[in-house]
């Protein structure tokens, strides 16, 4: 079974981490990873209470808190065969009219050969 990360920026985003992280099939992932980029609100405490690892980025930023995730990764000492980024705000699946687990892991067989990236849109796996 492949090994299954996901990093969650996140700046302010209290109303929506929480249903993200729920809805995430918890069988099939490995880690999810909220990175608290800088918020003011209950962003942290909702992302901590729904299970996820919890970083933290002060510099403002959504490259940047993606990138936290990846070196948090990167220096973890089990690599993940995948990584997915996901919206804390709940737009990656807002469009679909579904939830989380509907579209992320119907997409097309993910390679053995190793690959560095592999972009979807969740419009693109609509049945």
């Known amino acids: 079974m492949l090994k299954i990360r996901i990093i969650i920026p996140a700046f302010n985003e209290e109303n929506g981490v929480g249903q993200v992280i729920q809805e995430i099939p918890k069988r099939v992932v490995d880690e999810i990873i909220v990175v608290n980029n800088a918020s003011t609100d209950k962003t942290e405490i909702i992302a901590r209470d729904n299970g996820a690892t919890v970083l933290h980025e002060a510099i403002p930023g959504y490259g ?64």
């Open 64 to 127: 940047r808190a993606c990138l936290t995730g990846i070196e948090y990764i990167k220096h973890s000492a089990s690599k993940p065969d995948v990584i997915v980024f996901l919206e804390a705000d709940h737009s990656d699946i807002a469009i679909t009219g579904g939830n989380t687990s509907h579209w992320l892991f119907r997409t097309a067989p993910i390679p053995k050969k190793p690959h560095e990236i592999m972009c979807a849109s969740s419009p693109l796996l609509l049945e």
